[in-house]
Each structure stands twice: as structure tokens, then as C-alpha cells.
């Protein structure tokens, strides 16, 4: 899909505005190391680029929803001191134990588990993953969900994730852009020096905080995310959430919860910001990359037919005609693939 596939007819393009978006300064190419963190949006993007073969690292600590947080899992993967009680970066939080669930609050939920072991053993790998990606990465991708963050009475710190804990162990508070600024500052002063950062607010409505307090959250990380680009040359900002609320103004792109994105709304931000980030040859080779990975997603109705064995060398002269001009892409899952109905 691409943006001229919406609105589907001329009368609707009547009554369309379409967000002007000047090509980024930050080029990806699949050469680049980036590290994508924040909401589920972010993930959405991250696991797009996947498919088109970039080097992405996404979320290693699992959707982290306030600038916040994403700040505080930032500095712990710069750390390079590890604590000898958990085995985590210093600053990062252990496990706790709670209604039957070792969990920690600079983690997702997903990372949670009824043994202290395989919570902590997964925590430890997500940390280690983002250590390395912090130092490889030569561009970040950090997608502001909420200004409205939760403390932990106990340490006054900012939580990933409450875990469906009692709310009176938390305290309740909406960060101001000036705030938000001033802590990045200290990141690009430190694990983001040098490295280019592309800064998003997610489109997905908060509507535990109702609309008006989702409204004025939005319009908080809009100016952080300006402030921020105005003070740091490196940082810039692309506009997924003007895309959605001013250009797709609409509930056919939202899911079925009203909420979040629908796959076409998705769809179309991504080509969005493949007109804003890649070049033109970039963006041929990632379509060429994602047509091998839907193809691999392909079902065949008789794979021992000699028509799909001749589909399966087609798909592996592709692949090899692609790793000629781009060796970053890692095409393994596909080439064992196709190269298995080959005897």
C-alpha cells in the first residue's frame, strides 16, 4: 500500500488534507545499526523494518510507554557497571514477587514468570541485548507514548510497568515538556552522543487517562520532542501522530478497540517514513526484501511439486542477487527455507 491508495476516491481527496513531510536528514540504509524504544507503535515500526532486513534491536526491555522510562533504560544500557546482587546494569531494578509473579518495574510484563529464575535469566538477556545495541547503534528510533508517568512510592522512580499492583504503591504525575527536555539532555550528553535519533509521538490514544487528559499528554511530548530537536542538531522529528489524527482523520484506520492503529493505518505511516528516511534505493531494496519474507510466509498447495521447487530457486537467486549488492541483510530463515524443498 502506498498513500495514494488513501482516501479511495477523488471526492474524498476533496476533503484531505495530506501532512507535508520534508525527507529526513537522518537517511537509513541497511547498512545502519538502530535501536528502536518506546510504545507499541514503536514495535509496530521496528518489526516492518525487520521485515524489509534492516539491523533493528527492538525494545529490548519490552514497550516502554513514557519518555521516562525510555530515558532510564537508556542510561542503564550505557552502564557499564552491573550490580552484584541482580546481575543487571546499575540502576536497574531486580525482581519483586507479587500475586504469584517475579516481575521488575523497568521491565514489561512480558518478562514476568512464576520462577524468580527464568524472570531474572530473561531480564538479564533483554539487558545485554540493549547494551549491545546502545553501543552499536548508530541511530535511535523513540517513540513518546504518555506524558503521564507513575512513581514507586518506595523509590520515588519512574515505572515501566505498574504489573497490575495496588495503586496506592504508586504515585501519579504528568512530566512538563521542559522537564522532559532538560533529562534528555543528559542522554545526549552521554549514551546518545553521537548517535542520530529520529523522535516520535505514538498516535495510540491513552484513554485510561480520558481524552481530555489524553489530549494534553500528546500536546506535552509534541513540544518536548520539539524542544528537544531545537537544542540537539542529531535529533529529529518525524510526524506519525499528525499522520493519523490530521491526515487519516478517521475510524476505518483505527482496530477494532478504537484505539491503536489498524494494519492499513500502519501500512501507511510506514510508507510514509520510507519516503522520509530512505533513499530511493533503499526503499527498492526493502520492497524487494519484504516480497522474499511474504514469500517464505507462503503456504504452498503442493510443495513437492516441481513448480514450486523451480519458485524456491527463483526466490534463492533472489536472495543471492540482493546479498551481492547488500551483505548487511540476513536472509537465513528464508534460505533454509526455500533451499529445504530443494533436497
Known sequence: MTHNDIPQSAAE?????????????????????????????????????????????????????????????????????????????????????????????????????????????????????????????????????????YRLRSDGEAVANCHKQPQSLFSRELLSAERIADRYDTLFAGPLRGKRVILTVSPVRHLGDGLEGNSLSKAILRVAAAEICRRHAQAEYFPSYEILNDELRDYRFYADDMTHPSAAAVDYIWQRFAEAAFDEETRRTAAAAERIVQAAEHRPFNPASEEYRTFCRTMLARIDALAAVCPDMDFGRERTLFAAHLG
Open 13 to 149: 481527496a476533496l476533503f484531505r488534507t495530506v501532512v507535508q513531510i520534508a525527507p529526513l536528514h537522518t537517511r537509513i540504509s541497511h547498512a545502519n545499526r538502530i535501536l528502536s524504544l518506546g510504545s507499541c507503535f514503536a514495535d509496530n515500526m521496528a518489526r516492518r523494518m525487520l521485515r524489509a532486513k534492516f539491523r533493528v534491536t527492538a525494545s529490548p526491555t519490552g514497550i516502554l510507554f513514557n519518555p521516562e522510562s525510555v530515558a532510564r533504560a537508556i542510561e542503564a544500557f550505557g552502564c557499564s557497571t552491573v550490580s552484584d546482587d541482580t546481575g543487571l546494569p546499575q540502576g536497574m531494578r531486580g525482581v519483586e514477587y507479587a500475586s504469584g509473579r517475579y516481575f521488575s518495574y523497568d521491565f514489561h510484563s512480558s518478562f514476568s514468570s512464576e520462577y524468580e529464575s527464568a524472570a531474572l535469566g530473561n531480564m538479564k538477556k533483554a539487558a545485554a541485548e540493549g547494551a549491545a545495541a546502545i553501543k552499536d547503534a548508530d541511530t535511535l528510533i523513540i517513540t513518546f507514548g504518555t506524558a503521564w508517568i
